[in-house]
């Protein structure tokens, strides 16, 4: 039913009525009279009026203009609480017989001389006050024609119903014309002890004039069913607004229901429960808003659900605004995108299509089926971007994913276990976990450890901590310690482990196993150093080989060197295929060997050995063999069966000569 409006003292004014519980009247033992009860809600500005208003009420034949009723009914001081009021009318005898009236009303604050404002449009008031000509024929039914009509309530020309009528039937109104009906006032009353004798389709409580029907409890409404829009394709889709009477949806709305809840609170504020799109609902709650079309808010406080068929289940401030998207509970979640899903917590977001945030708080999924599970302060924002829980962690771009931890970030199809403050910026790059690890080359890892970096490709960083592989070293390998770098372009190395390793730019293959500061340079491909302290192969020196030691060195292009240990000793520039196994401060060329203590090889092919002895002992011809041996020189050719030598000859300390 369309509301009336008009203008009181410069304020807008609203005006609803409903009749309650008249026909329950009409079937008391008392005598019927001529009286209805007329109750209705009046909204001065928009808001519940309270106090009392002067009323006046008139009967016309007419929606507009028409024949007047020659009767005004004048209720002075009649009381308005919260909006409501309720009176009584009766307009005399031989009114209500089968004409249809409309109810116009007047009114006035009272105590003031203002003139009386009209509320248009007049009210019909068909059906309920026309029952007076049923219910009066029924009780008159012994006063009746031959065909059982009441003889003084209407005449031959006003029967349009066929057929005679069965036994103990009279006529009454139903709005629009007479039809035969129970024979007596009590049998059209429904009995509050139960009913009998009803038929599906033809017996019912309600109205037929598109007018709502209220149930009231305690003098409020409690349950109100509206008839769908006028002009609406939903024939058969009535409205259902229960609980509160502050509770509303437009008469524009059809299909849709508000199961219950609202209030009238806080200082006579109301808090009602809305619904502004078909077939929507709020199932209860308080200050929920039911928006779009199909849209739904199951219950809570202050939700709004405005995407079509989008779900609010409950909760505190959810907003659900993406199409088909949901909000399952907790408090101040927006679930923004198509298909979205929030499941609870503490003001999450998702806003990308099929994003998804299981709970926790202040968490964001804004890529298209990204999700973050929980956790605090997490975003997903790449496309299928995944972060599990932990607090602060950040999933980027397409496919990353974030296991847990705080202040993780991680990019394309990238990944971090957790830890703390990680980042895995590479395509397929990873950080299994540790603190302040960056994995940014394409499919690098970093398994742990401390602000280890890794740029290079399919590079891998096991852990420790401070290690780097610069960009481009692709397939390079760090597995642990502290400080160790492989720098750009020194593809397929490796560095096992110890402090303040480097593999220079383009040593492809090189190696380093352990040890502190060894040193492979630039362009020394397939060089080993195996441990050790301060050892340095330098460029060029191609397969060149370290095995330990300390400050040992491969000087440029001494390809194929080996230096198995020792301390100082040293292999010289493009000294290619030299070896010195060990020893202090031994040198050798290409091809030549030193060992023992200051051997210096310094021709090709040389052989020297020397003691102990504190001072250099040097090749002097090519293909040499040199021995410094100042304790004297023995070869034994043969030995007994203990092992004691038996033949040889025998140089002895300072001799010139053999023996």
């Not at 003292?9 to 009860?37: D, E, G, Q, R, Y």
């Not at 095995?547 to 100082?568: E, K, M």
């Not at 007994?640 to 040889?648: E, F, I, L, R, Y």
Request: aromatic letters at 8%; charged letters at 10%; a negative charge.
């Amino acid at each position: 039913m369309k509301e009336p409006t008009r203008n009181i003292m410069k304020k807008s004014v609203l005006l609803s009525i409903t009749f309650v519980n008249w026909m329950l009247c009409a079937a008391h033992s008392a005598p019927l009279t001529t009286a209805f009860t007329y109750q209705g809600r009046l909204t001065d500005n928009g808001q519940p009026a309270n106090g009392t208003y002067d009323f006046q009420f008139r009967l016309f034949d007419a929606p507009t203009n028409g024949a007047q009723v020659p009767v005004v009914l004048a209720y002075p001081t009649v009381t308005v609480s919260n909006g409501l009021f309720t009176t009584g009318l009766d307009f005399g005898s031989n009114v209500f017989n089968g004409t249809t009236w409309w109810l116009e009303v007047s009114l006035r604050p009272s105590g003031t001389s203002s003139e009386f404002t009209f509320l248009t449009p007049r009210q019909s008031l068909t059906p309920t006050p026309n029952a007076l000509f049923s219910a009066n024929a029924a009780q008159a039914a012994t006063a009746t024609t031959a065909n059982r009509v009441v003889a003084s309530a209407v005449s031959a020309s006003q029967l349009n119903t066929p057929g005679a009528p069965a036994n103990g039937e009279v006529l009454s109104y139903n709005g629009t014309s007479l039809v035969w009906t129970n024979a007596t006032a009590a049998a059209a009353a429904w009995s509050l002890n139960g009913n009998k004798g009803t038929v599906a389709g033809t017996s019912f409580i309600g109205t037929i004039d598109r007018q709502p029907l209220e149930l009231w409890a305690n003098g409020q409404r409690a349950l109100r069913l509206e008839p769908e829009a006028y002009g609406s394709s939903a024939n058969g889709a009535p409205n259902v607004v229960g609980g509160s009477a502050a509770n509303y949806m437009p008469p524009s709305v059809y299909g849709s229901t508000v199961s219950g809840g609202g209030a009238v609170e806080f200082s006579g504020l109301p808090h009602p429960n809305r619904v502004y799109g078909n077939f929507g609902t709020v199932g209860g709650g308080r200050d929920n808003t039911s928006w779009e079309l199909g849209a739904t808010v199951g219950g809570g406080i202050d939700n709004t659900s405005s995407g079509i068929a989008a779900t609010v289940s409950g909760g505190i401030d959810n907003v659900s605004s993406g199409l088909w998207s949901t909000v399952s509970g907790g408090e101040t979640n927006r679930s923004l995108g198509g298909h979205s899903t929030v499941g609870g917590g503490s003001a999450n977001t998702t806003s990308g299509h099929f994003a998804t945030v299981g709970g926790g708080q202040e968490n964001t999924s804004g890529g298209e089926w990204a999700t973050v599970s929980g956790g605090w302060q997490n975003r997903s924002t790449g496309d299928y971007a995944s972060v599990a829980g932990g607090g602060q962690n950040v999933a980027l771009y397409w496919s990353a994913t974030v296991s847990g931890g705080f202040g993780n970030t991680s990019g394309g199809a990238a990944a971090v276990g957790g830890g703390q403050a990680n980042t895995s910026s590479g395509s397929w790059s990873t950080v299994a976990g540790g603190l302040d690890n960056i994995s940014s080359g394409e499919s690098a890892a970093v398994g742990g450890g401390e602000s280890n970096i890794n740029d290079g490709s399919r590079g891998t960083i096991s852990g420790g901590y401070g290690n780097t592989i610069q960009t481009n070293a692709d397939s390079a390998t760090i597995g642990g310690g502290t400080g160790n770098t492989i720098q750009t372009y020194a593809g397929d190395t490796t560095i096992g482990g110890g402090i303040g390793n480097t593999i220079q730019s383009n040593a492809w293959y090189a190696t380093i196993g352990g040890g502190d500061g060894n040193w492979i340079q630039t362009l020394a491909f397939h060089a080993t150093i195996g441990g050790g302290s301060v050892n340095m192969i330098q460029s060029g020196a191609d397969n060149a080989i370290i095995g330990g030691g300390w400050q040992n060195t491969i000087q440029p292009y001494a390809a194929y060197a080996t230096i198995g240990g020792g301390d100082l000793n040293t292999i010289q520039s493009y000294a290619w295929y030299a070896t010195i196994p060990g020893g202090l401060e031994n040198s050798a060329t290409s091809y030549a060997f030193a060992a023992g203590t200051r051997a210096k090889a310094n021709h090709t092919g040389a052989f020297v050995w020397a003691d102990s002895t504190d001072a250099d002992f040097v090749s002097i011809a090519t293909n040499e063999f040199a021995a410094r041996a100042t304790g004297g020189v023995r070869f034994v050719s043969a030995v007994d069966s203990n092992g004691v030598p038996v033949a040889g000859v025998n140089l002895p300390a300072g001799s010139g000569s053999w023996s």
